[in-house]
C-alpha cells in the first residue's frame, strides 16, 4: 500500500497493519511529511477543538536506585540531586496553578526515600499527593517509576487521577538495553495494575535509539492494548556522563512523524508535546504534527529540573503559560479552561 492510501485510509477512522503504519512512519518526502501533518491537526482539531491542555511539571526528587542508560539521573551519574519538601513542592503546585496549567506531574526518580520506608510505609509520599490536591484542587498525574500494585491503589485513594510510566520500546531486547535490571513484565503490569485500580494511564515511547519502524508499530499496537488515554513520543537527547553519551543524537523528525501518526490511530487521546526535547523552539511543531498536550511546564524560581533537558529554557522562563501561550495562538489554538479539561477526564 502507498502512502497516500494509508493515509486515506487512517483519516477514515480504521486502524491500520503494521505495513501501513510503517509507510506513513518511513516517509522522507516532504509533501507526504505536510500532509500527514495536516491530516493528523484535522482530526485533533475534530476532538478537541482549538483547546489545548497544559500541564505543570513537579520534578520533587532527582534520587533514583536505577541505571536507565540514557537517563541523566540515573543513580551512579553526577547529576543534580535535590529532594524538595513538602511545603516548597505544594508552595510550586499552588504558583503553577495560578499560572493556568489544568493538571500537576508530580515526577521523581525511583527514590528510596519514599519508596523503601519499611515500618513508615508510604505516608510521606501519599501525603503529597494529598496536600497538592488540597491546596489546588486540580487534576494529579503521578510518575514514580515502576511500583507495587498496593502503592498504585494507595495513590489513587490518595487523589492521584493518573499514572505515567513509559517503557520507552516494546522490543524486549532493547528494553533489556535501556533498562537493565527493571523487568519488562513488571513495568508493564504496573499499568495494567493502575488501570485495574482506576488510574487513567499514560503509555510512552523513546525514539533514536536504534529502534525500527516495525517496533514503532509494534508498540503502537500496545498502546491499543493499553487502551491508556495519554501517549507520547520524546526523542532521545544524549545526557554527559552516562553510558550512551556518545549515542548520536537524532534530529525531531521521528518524533513529529510518530506523533502525527498516533493522532491519526487515536484521535481522542491526549498526546504531549513536551518541552523537554527542544524547549520552547521545539513546540510549535509538535503541535502542528498533532499534538493536544503541553508537559514540562516548570516556574523559573523553583529550582526544579527537567528530565531531558534538565534545564533548558527553565530559568529564562520559556517554560511557562506565558511562554507558551503565545505559540499556541500562532497555531491557531489556545488553552482550555480547567473545567474542560476536567470535563475531559469524566468522559
Ligand atoms: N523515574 C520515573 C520513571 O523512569 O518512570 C519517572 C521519571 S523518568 C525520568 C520519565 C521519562 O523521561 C522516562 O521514562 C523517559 O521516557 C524520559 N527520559 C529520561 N531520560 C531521557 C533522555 N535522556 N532523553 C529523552 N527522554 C528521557
Ligand atoms: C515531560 N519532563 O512531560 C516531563 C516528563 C513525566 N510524566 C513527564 C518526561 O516532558
Ligand atoms: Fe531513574 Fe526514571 Fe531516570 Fe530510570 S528514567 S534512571 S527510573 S529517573
Known sequence: MG????LEKVSAGEFLNQEE?????????????????????????????????LYGFVYFSTYCRNKCNFCFYRAVNKSIRYRKSLKEIVDIAVSLKKSGIHLIDLTMGEDPYYLDRGKAGYDELLNIIKQV???????????????????LEKMKDSGAEWY??????????????????QPYQKRYNSKLAAKENGLLIEEGLLTGLGENVYDIAASFYKMKELEAQQIRVMTFVPQKGTPMEQFSAHDNKMELKIIAVMRLL????????????????????????G????????????????????????????????????????????PASVSEYKNWLKN
Open 21 to 53: 503504519i510503517a509507510v506513513l512512519l518511513s516517509t522522507d518526502d516532504e509533501q507526504e511529511n505536510r500532509d500527514l501533518f495536516t491530516a493528523a491537526c484535522k482530526v485533533r482539531n475534530k476532538c478537541f477543538s482549538n483547546k489545548v491542555f
Open 133 to 151: 490536591k488540597k491546596a489546588t484542587n486540580l487534576p494529579v498525574m503521578i510518575s514514580p517509576g515502576t511500583v507495587s500494585e498496593k502503592l
Open 291 to 334: 499534538a493536544n498536550v503541553v508537559t514540562s511546564i516548570i516556574p523559573p524560581d523553583s529550582g526544579l529540573a527537567g528530565v531531558s533537558q534538565s534545564t533548558l529554557n527553565i530559568k529564562d522562563g520559556w517554560r511557562t503559560v506565558q511562554g507558551v501561550v503565545p505559540i499556541l495562538q500562532e497555531c491557531g489554538l489556545a
Open 3 to 6: 502512502f497516500y492510501e494509508a
Open 266 to 289: 487515536f484521535p481522542d487521546r491526549l498526546i504531549p508535546a513536551s518541552l523537554d526535547v527542544e524547549g520552547i523552539d521545539g513546540l510549535k511543531k509538535r503541535i502542528n504534527a
Open 164 to 181: 505515567a510510566c513509559y517503557q520507552e520500546t516494546h522490543n524486549l531486547n532493547l528494553y533489556n538495553k535501556l533498562r537493565p535490571d
